[in-house]
């Protein structure tokens, strides 16, 4: 499953992994919350919260659609699960290695199936988010290879510039998008991506010039067996090329850096 040797990152910038299993609605899902609850909370996510979100769809009558939210998370708000009506996904941020996430990925997944038993998956997502901050010495666009810097704005004299890098193709596997977000706004995740029931600990200092490393990798065959062991061999593959793509985009001496206790 791994050609090289995980990264061990003691000062790593990841701040979020998510791991997300698309499927056919299940419109009744409501009915099995309170099992998988249960079966959720001894596997350590005592927290439990839902939200509904109401949303117009638009064709030859406008209709408005209801929809429920679920989530499960840790004590410590570091882990979370979040299910839906059409997909389940696995969210943290804090991280040792793949092998530990997908231990706990695939016990979320057998608890969904043996409650629901859903027969196909059709899409599966991972994606990175890393941080990457400045120190005393370097701007954090040192930590990134030169190509996907982007301008060199602060040599024209424009202060407080926005660049964003976008890549998108396809894999072995399905499709990528790799996204780099240079800003001084202290956000920590991109625009189109929240996680409530996490806890972050990370807040950059006001006018820190952040870059925000964005790889989202994810499958597009429709007729996967919703098998969780099936499941994690296919995230494995997703994940190897996030693993290539992280390497390529960050410099030998961020690499270095981050390697060194702080």
Known sequence: MRIKPPLKLARSPLVLVLAQVRFSPVLRIGDYVPDIQEDLRKHG???F?????????FGSEIMPTTSHRWAFANKEQTQAVV?????????ANTYDTFEVF???????????????????????????????RPTRQSAAATFLRE?????????????SAQQFFVMRGKTSFGQVQIKVHQSQ????LPPDLQSPELAFTVVPEPNERTAILDIDHYTTDSSLDFVPDL??????????FIDEAFRAATTE?????????G
């Open 45 to 47: 996510f005592p927290r």
């Open 49 to 57: 919260s839902k939200s509904t979100t109401q949303e117009i769809v």
């Open 83 to 91: 299910l839906t009506d059409s997909f389940v996904a696995f969210e």
């Open 102 to 132: 997908t231990q706990t990925l695939e016990a979320i997944l057998k608890v969904v199936q043996d409650r629901v038993n859903i027969a196909l998956a059709e899409r599966l997502g991972l994606r990175y988010v890393d941080l990457i």
């Open 147 to 159: 190509y996907i810097r982007g301008f060199p704005s602060s040599d024209l004299g424009i202060a």
């Open 185 to 188: 706004d202290s956000t920590i």
């Open 231 to 240: 499941l994690i061999a296919e995230f494995w593959k997703l994940h190897g």
């Open 253 to 261: 001496n961020a690499i270095a850096h981050w390697q060194t206790a």
